[in-house]
């Protein structure tokens, strides 16, 4: 399931006919899962966006590949939290993990960024470049499927 769009939670919320302006900081802290819309407390709200989140991650993503140890998934999407938008190399990331102690090769790392994108926690979006070679670099941007998930994990 993918979170509600901005419009759509205006009408989820029966808040069609008022400045959306008013609740766009609502929408950008909690986002979009109408399991998260639907609550009134702000704790509650942040208890229920953390659970899907873990839920995606160590079931959904966890749990289809068989990965038991998870460290290295949670910490790489917590990367991916944390520099959403930006240009991710899988080089920079494995040296990251190594210098912290973990044994982990590119290609398991590269594994990882397809579960996550698989499973709909993040998009890619390939880095574009008109000489080819650059594109082929594997370089690409990650977004979060909803903004709430950044701020219930970091």
Same mark, same amino acid.
């Given at each position: 399931?993918?979170?509600?769009?901005?419009?759509?939670?205006?009408?989820?919320?029966?808040?069609?006919?008022?400045?959306?302006?008013?609740?766009?900081?609502?929408?950008?802290?909690?986002?979009?899962?109408?399991?998260?819309?639907?609550?009134?407390?702000?704790? =509650?709200? !942040?208890?229920? *966006?953390?659970?899907?989140? /873990?839920?995606?991650? @160590?079931?959904?993503?966890?749990?289809? $590949?068989? &990965?038991?140890?998870?460290?290295? =998934?949670? !910490?790489?999407? *917590?990367?991916?939290?944390? /520099?959403?938008?930006? @240009?991710?190399?899988?080089?920079?990331? $494995?040296? &990251?993990?190594?210098?912290?102690? =973990?044994?982990?090769?590119?290609?398991?790392?590269?594994?990882?960024?397809?579960? @996550?994108?698989?499973?709909?926690?993040?998009?890619?979006?390939?880095?574009?470049?008109?000489?080819?070679?650059?594109?082929?670099?594997?370089?690409?941007?990650?977004?979060?499927?909803?903004?709430?998930?950044?701020?219930?994990?970091?």
């Amino acid at each position: 399931m993918l979170p509600l769009t901005f419009k759509e939670f205006l009408h989820f919320k029966k808040l069609e006919n008022t400045d959306p302006a008013r609740h766009l900081s609502e929408y950008l802290e909690y986002g979009g899962f109408p399991s998260v819309v639907l609550q009134t407390n702000s704790q =509650l709200k !942040r208890d229920v *966006l953390s659970g899907t989140y /873990n839920s995606i991650l @160590l079931r959904v993503v966890a749990g289809r $590949a068989t &990965i038991k140890n998870t460290e290295v =998934l949670e !910490r790489i999407a *917590l990367y991916l939290l944390s /520099n959403t938008g930006q @240009l991710i190399s899988i080089n920079k990331i $494995a040296n &990251i993990l190594r210098s912290s102690g =973990l044994k982990v090769s590119n290609n398991t790392i590269e594994n990882y960024l397809e579960l @996550l994108h698989n499973a709909f926690l993040f998009y890619k979006v390939p880095r574009f470049d008109i000489r080819e070679k650059e594109y082929l670099r594997g370089q690409g941007k990650y977004y979060v499927v909803d903004l709430g998930f950044i701020r219930s994990q970091l």
